[in-house]
T-cell receptor, first 112, second 113 residues
Framework: GNSVTQMEGPVTLSEEAFLTINCTYT??????LFWYVQYPGEGLQLLLK?????DKGSNKGFEATYRKETTSFHLEKGSVQVSDSAVYFC???????????FGTGTRLQVFP | DGGITQSPKYLFRKEGQNVTLSCEQN?????MYWYRQDPGQGLRLIYY???????QKGDIAEGYSVSREKKESFPLTVTSAQKNPTAFYLC????????????FGQGTRLTVV
């Protein structure tokens, strides 16, 4: 079945460092791909999405490119801030049911 | 403002009691979902509904029940049959369709005392 695999955290970085959080997926067909962010004690918010191969989603300095050949959707940011500390979830939209399938989440901790 | 509202934010349940978590949306979305999140873990799907008066079990439906009598509302009941109910519960809604993102509520933290 469809699934999403994320790198385990926590990822610990100093402010202004470069961020990569790896995400790979298994799916039949061509799902849409999403990154969500969860701040402590809150629900999830959509960070960015891509709906077809080679699309790049971007928001708030974060980017991710839909790579069909490597079935990947890695999240990147050139210079992280303390306020980026959160849990990041990669997800895909199941083609058969439209429901979202989530990875296990990656906690990012950014220190000044 | 449009959005999705969960209540209460914190809920305490005694052993053997049923409790109901509320989820309301005014986004006119067809699909609604309930997820469970345990500390340090991802989201696990409990139930979902793609249309009024219809719903399907997710991956961990045992010990839970739902109803979808109105498009705006998708309450979740945690029954006494759920052996380990302490968790953070998230409700989400979606317009439907492959490319649409889900919108989440702020969550309800349920604790068994």
């Amino acid at each position: 079945g469809n699934s999403v695999t994320q790198m385990e955290g926590p990822v610990t970085l100093s402010e202004e460092a470069f961020l990569t959080i790896n995400c790979t997926y298994t799916a039949t067909g061509y799902p849409s791909l999403f990154w969500y962010v969860q701040y402590p004690g809150e629900g999830l918010q959509l960070l960015l999405k891509a709906t077809k191969a080679d699309d790049k989603g971007s928001n708030k300095g974060f980017e991710a490119t839909y790579r069909k050949e490597t079935t990947s959707f890695h999240l990147e940011k050139g210079s992280v801030q303390v306020s980026d500390s959160a849990v990041y979830f990669c997800a895909l939209s199941d083609r058969g049911t439209d429901k979202l399938i989530f990875g296990t989440g990656t906690r990012l901790q950014v220190f000044p | 403002d449009g959005g999705i509202t969960q209540s209460p934010k914190y809920l305490f349940r005694k052993e053997g009691q049923n409790v109901t978590l509320s989820c309301e949306q005014n986004l006119n979305h067809d699909a609604m979902y309930w997820y469970r999140q345990d500390p340090g873990q991802g989201l696990r799907l409990i139930y979902y509904s793609q249309i009024v008066n219809d719903f399907q079990k997710g991956d961990i439906a045992e010990g839970y029940s739902v109803s979808r009598e109105k498009k705006e509302s998708f309450p979740l009941t945690v029954t006494s049959a759920q052996k380990n109910p302490t968790a953070f519960y998230l409700c989400a809604s979606q317009t439907g369709g492959l490319n649409t993102e889900a919108f989440f509520g702020q969550g309800t933290r349920l604790t068994v005392v």
